[in-house]
DNA sequence: ATGTTGGCTAGAAGCCGACAA
DNA sequence: TTGTCGGCTTCTAGCCAACAT
């Protein structure tokens, strides 16, 4: 029987894994265990970063101490556009948890945005990969790992179905470059492809328990890799507290704010894992929503990643138009949208969207620059700004968004056509907004 | 034989460790582990504040990224007089790395400095706890623990010599209180101490190694508890990486300028297993040895932990004094003495220490106010200020230490008789400082 | 006094098909 | 098609004393 070694993997291979130094991870890996709702916008586009979003995933990342000393203050604008300068994918070292880091280039107003940069539609690919998730068979001592027919088809080597029992010894890179070996079998009855030698000291080493998912990927090059997917509960971060929180947060903020002003690159760690909203989003994405409406009252639908891991869609209903942090944050279009989701088992969903996340009922595109508006309350005035309430309450929102020249702030370049058809649609306040009552 | 279940623990005891939540450690568990040169300063004490002893921590602790975006600018003063508001003494709840949580608020030029807050001679107590570098024995798979005999004589609970053989159940809380059980016998030819079942478990699920120790400590009420301490030499953290190192450090200054302006109150992080120089400090060790004196080619000692686990102290000679970094942090008593070390061995060893962490070598006292100068050259004028170089460079300072009143920087209080006996030791600039060649 | 090793044994790890969902 | 289980085998974990340092 052929069989050279079965043995598992450890520090076997010459894998540069060393201490302390992140690696840039292999692209096509990294993007298949984040999931396909994870899409970073290419380098060198234009972006605009959210501080606000930055902030909400280093508290989820983060201990909710005892701590809470002294709100820090910054004069920063709750969006500033940046050149998306470089991308480096990451995984930590113990938990394989994936990250990725933005380098951000705050744009000067000289520099003009190019015209409405489209994102290149990336060409699907065949099936290459599989994802399955650990059944409690899989995970204990007491076997190994059962592979699902069409996966091990077409995304495993072939085995050589002339031997009795077929059987090879697979070889597949984790998410550091790190090998691993399995004894992939073909018996019982009925027939099925199963993983046993090896594979127990890759589900004890990676501590994955019933629930976890594993990810294998073929590439071009018959080179197989293997990645690894948390179940979403034990999200637990066993956070490292190398500084405060309070620290931490401050940093966020006076980092964006000091790149901001001096126009200097800066960067930021993105988790993926935390399933909250992206906050460097394309700047194609944001004008183009920006340009459309939305109003209370009005459907939608937005992209969820559902338990078998596939793309599904909710739908849900806009309640409630305005701001999260009216005081730190006010006129920003992050999380401006409180929505009501229409499956009963709405938890886990959030309560507040921004524009850019969710997509119009009838599924024609995303929110094109046209009358959605389906609200009679809020009759569309089409070429003029809306401003269903005072219109002065708006007005510091528009200086924010294209701002006269404050020093200090970043600033949004002028679109082309200001005063043009597309108007600058600004958030519409609805009429009673039941902000204390949010449960 | 006496030996009820003899099981391990894992998730039995019901000890509150939630999931994300911090809680305080056990103090004198805590200061065991973190062994005899970590001396917190008492809660409501003044201490000084140094933010790049701060950023030293910071740095190592963090992975040396490849992310060296601009350099922060703040305007800081090298040290900050705070009150110690509070201290939460934890550990990490992976790696039981022990960090502490100390609440600064920053001191008011009207709030008089208490005169010379000398520190209470805490009472030395009994030996009750002992620490055990583990053998390649102790971590195998093959057997148990061997437990030195005296160790075992005066920290554990007396065992039962009539049995046959004598041998009873440990229980032992962890630094997060959770209960670790252990058979303890008393067996072989000769006789001695093992711990045999449920000390595997301990030992892979501490992840511990060869080189690590363990520490068991006798309370008061027969309660026993134990911790542990990884070699220095994997002392790799796998950091979470929650935000970028260019964040994390802004963070830590941004957030001390906010704080001393503000005089409100911040939290740090200090990390004892980092091993480097503390970088909150009492304040009366600061104002003895700013009221001291040291100069070029003095002899000093300084203690250190041996491998052993204990203290002691290494020799060495100062052979400079001057700013580490005369550009970011110009006349700063932080590393200001450049030193050799007697043992050739003295790699590990920083090559840059502070005032207040050496002694004179007839140890007589910690450096008092007395002349010490033993440098011919560096003769010392008692009771006036010795500028060796030019005076005029170290005029800033005396200001930025007792500043006249500039709003944004911490303000150190004036010394009490800052024109009488004892004068303002300002640190003497060598002849020749070779910055360059510092290897 | 205590680290390491060989011997021995109990129990877990782990491979297999049967069977059911 | 694939999750779980009983049967069986292999191997390691783990207790012991002997022996060495």
Redesign the interface.
Known sequence: ILLPSSSSSSSSSSSPCA????ISVDSELWHACAGPLVSLPPVNSLVVYWPQGHLEQ?AN???????Q??I?QYNLPPQILCRLTDI?L?A???TDKL?A?M?LTPVRESEKPLVSEEPPPAAKRKRNSFCKTLTASDTSTHGGFSVPRRAAEECLPELDYTMNPPCQELVAKDVHGVEWKFRHIYRGHPRRHLLTTGWSVFVSSKRLVAGDSVLFLRGENEQLRLGVRRAPKQQ?????????N??????????AA?AAM?K??????Y?PSTCLSEFVIPYHKYVKVINSTASVGMRFKMRFESADLTERRYAGTITGIGDVDPVRWPNSYWRSLKVEWDESAASERQERVSLWEIEPFNSAAILPPLSLGQNPSQKRRPNKPTLVNSSSVWDPAMKLLWPSNPPHLASMPESEDLSSPAPIWPIAIPPVMPDGAAS
Do not use: N, W
């Open positions: 201490r302390k130094v992140f280093v990342c983060t201990p909710q101490a005892v701590d000393p002294p820090p480096t990451m930590h070292p113990d990250y880091q380098d637990q971060d066993a956070p490292s507290m190398v500084v405060s309070q620290s931490t947060q401050i940093g966020v903020l006076a980092t000091h001096e200097l690159r800066f960067s930021v760690i988790h």
